[in-house]
């Protein structure tokens, strides 16, 4: 029972040491409790609250107050505390004042902060460019113009815009715009389709009442599309087409009441004419009334009413429809009317012009009436030679041929005219071609144009007067001339372009040279190809021969070039694909995968400097690199997220053993504590790591349970040891007692007596028991009956070894022996250490070693079983040192 006496000599002594030793490495570190505090909590004081409990006492009590959480911040001492109080922090001055205070001292709150802050920035930005987004709807549905390319661009900076605040607001104006956009659709639809609809009024065949009533519609319509708020959205060129068809139509019109009219007042004339009796009309009078009316309109009821009149001429009496006098030439208003008195004259001819010349006739007034004024002067001009050779014309041929020579002279003098006027307004606008800024191009087509036109109406009009033409050629020379500087400047750079495509051809043919002598490098042949090809494209025009000459020469000399180029990228290319594979052949489980990687990645940036390919195949093979090295990197950080989440779980399973041990050290037992202690050091070790961050926080909170748990023991042993020490002390003094009785044949004992003062006396535990009850037993059988003389001369002879053991342990135990025995405890101590140098040389170990606990508790059960006389002094001296070894729990 009494190996309590000697445990921290042996194998619970080196676990209760490591552990005391850490308990006093962690109490001597900053903010850990002292030595003091230590001592006091385990003589059962309460200690008082150490710096970190009381900070985070104060973090308890922030409840969200930011103010405050900075405050605490800037005074707390540990980085844990400080890290939970960041999380209250959000608004942008303390976020700032926090960052900067811990920028160089705590990292983990600094980059909490700036997280945050960048946050702000962000969404300030955000905001900003909403802001703009919406300033510009605003401007867009305050402008005249929309156009959808306008909203579309607006849709496209909303859509890269985060800011749900100006949501609501944007949503607003953009259904505004939405609108506006639909309201210029419908606008547009329908200006195309009122255009539509008045292009058909053409050919419609409608009267002129009809007509004019759909023609006012679509024009008031037109009128109120002009005025509404998105006509600025209507196309100019539409706006332009409805304008001149409505011009069109309004002449047709016009043209169409004026025949309707003509026909109205001649269907009056025969009307009253038919109605007077046929002698009371004169043929003469009737064709001049009949000519002095509004011109017949060129079709069907036009012809019916000039059959009509010519009826009338022919029911006439013959004297009445032939007079003295020469027919009067025709008007211009009747040429629809000639026709019928062509058919006329030819049906009542027995004699006069043969059939060519009325062919003729025919065919001159067919020109006339489609306008041809030059095929008319043609035909006019063969009929004049027919008929100087003697042909005589009736009066009615006579009278249809007066009347288109008549009209021949008019269109002429009437063309002429128009010429003249159509050449002056040729030369102004030929004169105004030099105010405009128009393209070289378009002045160009403009001036050939203009004397394409000019040349028209020479064929048309006849030749122009000299002075006309003067003016006309010197205002077009003036108009073209910056035409023609543009052009010869453009020959030039023409001229330039070959030049410089020449010099591309020379640098080439150099470089093919230089490939040719071997001193290649194909980074420099690469970027030299690459160069000239873009200089190339960037050559400009060129003329036709000249362009297609150097063409061929460049594409030859690109094909030099480019054949070794492309071998020598094919190997770049092999070379790429190799990294490229053994990229992902890298384990990303491997901790050297990462430096791997890294010289893979290297060796790509060498070669893509030593040899870049081109842009599509570089750019395909570095995604396919990046996206190996992005799989490593995936693969390492879910191995990382694994790592951690095992980690937690370690973390899990060791706080659990801490608050196993922390709620058994105060039931602990000696008995119990060591396997405790043995089991949990197993199983720690077990476990596995925990996260870095709480590492330190968990080590110390299993120490400390450690600690507890074997400050615990270490109290029940020493109290157990004291109460031990104490029983063996009076079961000793008993036996001694009974041995001086033994000693002293004057002394009066009662065998009775000892026993029942023995059996007073609490049972020994660990063996002591045995050894104390032997020495009793056999001192009581000396005293019955036994050999008492005997066993009074042994306990007298045992003195000396007795003293001798005593002091042997006294030396071993510290104890100081008093001056009386210096001598002899000097001389044991020499003899001791011989002994263990002896002994250290046998077995090649240090003699301490040997000395464990269990040679201690031998001897001392040896010294505790010797029956011995033995003075108060030796008395004193065994009981200091039990008291010893109890109070040092050996």
């Known amino acids: 029972m009494f190996e309590f006496l000697f445990k921290r000599q042996g194998g619970d002594k080196a676990a209760a040491g490591a552990a005391g030793k850490e308990a006093q490495g962690r109490s001597s570190q900053p903010g850990q409790p002292a030595r003091n505090e230590r001592a006091s909590s385990a003589a059962g004081v309460p200690a008082a609250p150490t710096p970190r409990e009381q900070q985070a006492e104060q973090l308890s009590h922030l409840n969200g107050d930011e103010a405050a959480a900075v405050a605490f911040i800037l005074s707390c001492d540990f980085s844990e505390l400080r890290l939970a109080a960041a999380e209250l922090i959000h608004s942008r001055p303390q976020l700032e004042q926090v960052h900067t205070a811990m920028r160089n001292l705590d990292r983990r709150v600094a980059k909490l902060m700036q997280s945050r802050l960048d946050a702000i920035r962000h969404h300030e930005s955000e905001l900003r460019r909403g802001q703009e987004a919406l300033v510009q709807a605003r401007a867009l549905l305050d402008d005249a113009l929309l156009t959808p390319n306008h909203v579309a661009e607006l849709d496209r900076k909303w859509a890269l815009t985060v800011a749900p605040e100006l949501a609501a607001q944007f949503d607003a104006v953009r259904a505004q715009l939405g609108q506006r956009l639909e309201q210029q659709v419908q606008l547009q639809r329908a200006m195309i389709d009122r255009l539509a609809a008045l292009r058909q009024l053409g050919s419609s065949g409608l009267d002129a009442t009809a007509l004019g009533e759909r023609l006012a519609t679509l024009s008031r319509e037109q009128a109120e599309a002009l005025v509404a708020p998105g006509h600025p959205a209507l196309p100019r060129s539409l706006v332009a087409d409805f304008a001149a068809e409505q011009a069109r139509i309004g002449a ?92 006329q004259g030819q049906a009542a001819q027995a004699k006069g012009a043969d059939q060519d010349f009325l062919g003729r006739l025919d065919a001159m007034e067919a020109a006339l009436e489609q306008g041809s004024l030059g095929m008319a002067a043609e035909l006019d001009k063969s009929l004049k030679d027919s008929k100087d050779k003697g042909l005589r014309l009736t009066p009615a041929q006579a009278d249809r041929l007066a009347h288109a020579r008549a009209e021949l002279k008019r269109l002429s003098d009437w063309a002429r005219w128009g010429g003249n006027v159509s050449r002056e307004e040729l030369i102004k606008a030929v004169e105004t071609l030099a105010t405009e800024q128009l393209a070289m191009s378009e002045l160009a087509k403009k001036v050939g144009s203009m004397r394409e036109r000019w040349k ?33 400047h453009l020959a030039d750079e023409r001229h330039a372009n070959a030049a410089r495509g020449q010099a591309l051809i020379d640098e080439a043919q150099g470089e093919i040279a230089r490939l040719a002598s071997g001193a290649a490098d194909w980074k420099h042949v690469s970027g030299t190809v690459q160069n000239l090809r873009s200089a190339w494209s960037h050559l400009g025009p060129i003329d036709r021969k000249e362009k297609k000459r150097l063409d061929s020469l460049f594409s030859e000399a690109m094909s030099t070039l480019q054949g070794p180029l492309e071998q020598q990228r094919e190997q770049a290319m092999q070379v790429r694909e190799q990294l490229i594979e053994e990229a992902l052949a890298l384990d990303p489980h491997k901790r050297q995968a990462l430096d791997q990687l890294r010289e893979l990645q290297h060796r790509w940036q060498e070669h893509a400097r030593a040899l870049p390919l081109e842009r599509k195949v570089e750019q395909a093979l570095w995604q396919r690199f990046r996206a190996a090295c992005d799989a490593l990197f995936a693969g390492r950080k879910e191995h990382a997220h694994a790592a951690d989440h095992e980690r937690r779980e370690h973390e899990t399973a060791k706080e659990a053993l801490c608050a196993r041990l922390e709620a058994a050290a105060p039931e602990v037992t000696p008995a119990s504590a060591g396997k405790l202690l043995r089991e949990a050091a197993a199983e720690w070790h077990a476990i596995g790591p925990v996260p870095r961050a709480h590492e330190a926080r968990i080590d110390k909170r299993y120490h400390a349970a450690v600690a507890a748990v074997q400050h615990q023991a270490d109290v029940a042993r020493r109290a157990a040891g004291l109460v031990l020490a104490g029983t063996v002390r009076d079961k000793l003094r008993l036996t001694q007692a009974l041995e001086t009785a033994l000693a002293n044949p004057e002394a009066l004992t009662n065998t009775a007596d000892w026993r029942a003062r023995w059996d007073a006396l609490l049972p020994l535990e660990d063996g002591f028991e045995a050894i104390m009850r032997t020495r009793f037993d056999a001192a009581l059988d000396a005293l019955d009956g036994g050999d008492r003389l005997g066993y009074a001369r042994t306990l007298e002879a045992n003195r000396e070894r007795l003293l001798h053991d005593l002091l042997r342990l006294e030396i071993a135990a510290g104890i100081d022996s008093g001056a009386e025995f210096a001598r002899e405890r000097l001389k044991l101590q020499v003899e001791v250490l011989q002994d263990s140098l002896k002994s250290g040389h046998q077995s090649g170990q240090p003699a301490q070693r040997k000395a464990g606990p269990g040679a201690h508790l031998a001897a001392l059960r040896e010294l505790l079983a010797l029956p011995a006389l033995a003075d108060a002094r030796t008395e004193a001296r065994i009981e200091q040192l039990l008291l010893r070894q109890a109070k040092e729990g050996r």
């Open 252 to 343: 047709s019109l016009a043209t169409l009441e004026q025949d309707q009219a003509a026909c109205v007042a001649r269907e009056a004339a025969l009307a009253q004419w038919q109605a007077q009796a046929a002698a009371e009309l004169q043929a003469d009078s009737l064709r001049k009334q009949w000519q002095r009316l509004p011109a017949l309109p060129s079709n069907p009821l036009g012809a019916q009413l000039q059959d009509r009149f010519d009826a009338l001429l022919a029911s006439l009496p013959h004297d009445h429809r032939e007079s003295r006098q020469e027919p009067a030439p025709p008007s211009a208003d009747s040429q629809h009317a000639h026709k019928s008195a062509r058919k």
């Open 456 to 488: 028209a109406l020479d064929g048309l009009s006849g030749p122009a007067p000299r002075s006309l033409w003067e003016r006309f050629d010197a205002a077009c020379t003036i108009a073209y001339a910056p035409a023609a500087a543009h052009f010869r």
